[in-house]
């Protein structure tokens, strides 16, 4: 775990920045898709997603970010409750994030063909070892995920040129697996009945 700004602050600071920038140029774009950047100082960011696809509008969830020693080591991406910015643990989510595994070279032909054969396999890009802990996104650019003992053979170091670990990369990632295939609510309606009212008066339960 990295505690403490180690790098030239200034330096992450420009970097910092400069995300910033680039995303203040496409804000128009993102806010049609959902996505709102509600607080931006550094070292942190505080993204929220609202689906567009749902009427009413619905928010799904909010991510904040930490570039703190940006960019020799990537963002920390945390889930955290919109209201409150209190970290979520991954019982609290309420949605997931689904990437298929293996098929970023695949041909929609081969696609079509795997769903009539149920032989798609779906990777869950949120993780935790129980619904109580805070799970991380298992995705190289994000801190957490360099940071996992399953991963040190992927050093951040291999990805750090790529654009991954980048504002507008991580964000993409979050809103194309876990808000874009939102389609419907569920609802969970619960009543309670007090009586019926007759002549003014009510009846007793």
């Known amino acids: ?72 080591v990537p963002p920390s991406v945390t889930f955290v409750d919109p209201f409150t910015g209190a970290a979520l643990p991954m019982k609290s989510l309420g949605f997931k994030m689904l990437r298929l595994d293996g098929m970023a070279n695949a041909t929609p032909e081969t696609i079509t063909a795997m769903v009539q054969q149920g032989r798609l396999v779906f990777q869950e890009l949120m993780q935790a070892h129980s619904p109580e802990e805070v799970p991380f996104l298992c995705l190289p650019g994000v801190r957490e995920y360099h940071d996992h003992p399953a991963h040190t053979g992927d050093s951040w170091l291999l990805h750090r040129r790529s654009g991954e670990g980048s504002l507008h990369f991580i964000l993409e990632q979050i809103w194309a697996s876990g808000i874009n295939p939102i389609r419907s609510i569920n609802y969970q309606v619960q009543l309670q009945f007090q009586g019926f009212q007759v002549d003014g008066a009510v009846l007793p339960r």
């Open 1 to 72: 775990m990295i505690e403490g700004q180690f790098v030239d602050e200034a330096v992450s600071r420009r970097k910092f920045d400069r995300q910033i920038a680039q995303y203040r140029e496409l804000e128009g774009e993102y806010r049609r898709r959902g996505w709102f950047l509600v607080e931006a100082a550094f070292p942190r960011v505080l993204a929220i997603f609202a689906s567009s696809r749902l009427n009413p509008r619905a928010i799904v969830c909010a991510v904040r970010l930490d570039f703190t020693n940006y960019d020799l």
